[in-house]
């Protein structure tokens, strides 16, 4: 029996294409779950992140996450929750002990890093864009990129499109329709509303846009696929913040090392966006001037 994610998606595409559209063609429908940390004026660090997998693998996900929760060791089965809640013992877990919390969180963690899921994530230092001059950011800004939260989300949706795409060709029989879905943490109507015409500029304008079938959100603290995103970009966003501003982190949990990797593998893949590669970004886009190929998609 497929989750209530997957029933969803299954009823969109049959909408879409059809009941006999199996026969016609080999499909693969993929499904990223993303949630941003620290989108409010004034962070640091902006991080977008999570899960892209094919649909029916979210069921069987589901259910290892649901185990974990319904263990016998916690003082209660967590029913809403943000990472945030588990680090700093607040809502349900406000009378949890701290090695209660972080048993929890290391084997949610752990689950995730053994996983058969594709973590992505990129992530912004805010004043790598802000400290731009007014003639870069206007050279930005031809690539529609006018603020943190369009470096993330073009650099987010460039990388799954790129994977959906490596997915279809490594599918036996070879993939001949891919469709790429996008679930969202519920956000602020102002983030919420900059999604949105991210997503379809990007459908618009991408060389392989036509493969964006839809972009919903939903409540992360109902969701397991959005709890686990909501994981992995509070914890980048974290780690990093610790990196480089350790005076303002207070994340106290020891981040198990299958874990880290994936943190670690959103820089690894260019997608943080320092002042070092901010500059490195302002002079390519300098060459693509003068060259007249500004490409948007190519970060």
Not at 128 to 137: F, H, I, S, V
Not at 152 to 157: D, K, N
Not at 222 to 240: F, N, V
Request: charged letters at 25%; proline letters at 4%; aromatic letters at 16%.
């Amino acid at each position: 029996m497929l989750c209530a994610e997957s029933q969803a998606i299954k009823k969109l595409f049959f909408l879409a294409h059809g009941p006999n559209f199996h026969r016609r063609k080999v499909l693969a429908v993929l499904v990223g779950y993303f949630d941003d940390s620290n989108s409010h004026a004034g962070s640091k660090i902006f991080s977008l992140c999570g899960f892209l997998a094919d649909y029916r693998w979210w069921e069987d996900f589901d259910s290892q996450w649901q185990k974990i929760l319904d263990k016998p060791d916690w003082p209660k089965r967590p029913r809403e929750f943000h990472a945030y809640d588990i680090a700093h013992g607040y809502g349900e877990f406000e009378r949890w002990s701290f090695a209660e919390r972080l048993a929890f969180f290391g084997d949610l963690t752990g689950l995730l890093a053994e996983c058969n899921l594709l973590a992505l994530g990129s992530l912004c230092y805010t004043d790598a864009y802000y400290n731009r001059t007014d003639e870069e950011k206007a050279l930005l800004a031809k690539g529609n990129l006018f603020g943190p939260i369009d470096f993330v989300f073009q650099y987010l949706v460039s990388q799954a499109i790129v994977s959906t795409r490596n997915y279809g060709r490594a599918h036996t029989p070879p993939v001949e329709f891919e469709e790429l879905a996008f679930v969202f943490d519920e956000s602020d109507r102002s983030t919420k509303k900059q999604f949105l015409a991210l997503f379809d500029h990007m459908r618009a304008k991408h060389p392989h846009g036509k493969m964006l079938s839809s972009i919903t959100f939903e409540a992360s603290h109902k969701k397991s696929p959005l709890q686990a995103a909501d994981m992995l970009a509070y914890t980048t966003y974290q780690w990093h913040l610790k990196q480089m501003f350790p005076s303002q982190s207070d994340f106290g949990f020891p981040i198990i090392p299958g874990f880290l990797r994936l943190i670690q593998n959103v820089a690894a893949e260019g997608g943080v966006y320092t002042e070092d590669a901010m500059q490195r970004l302002m002079l390519q886009e300098r060459i693509n001037r003068v060259n007249k190929s500004l490409d948007p998609f190519m970060y």
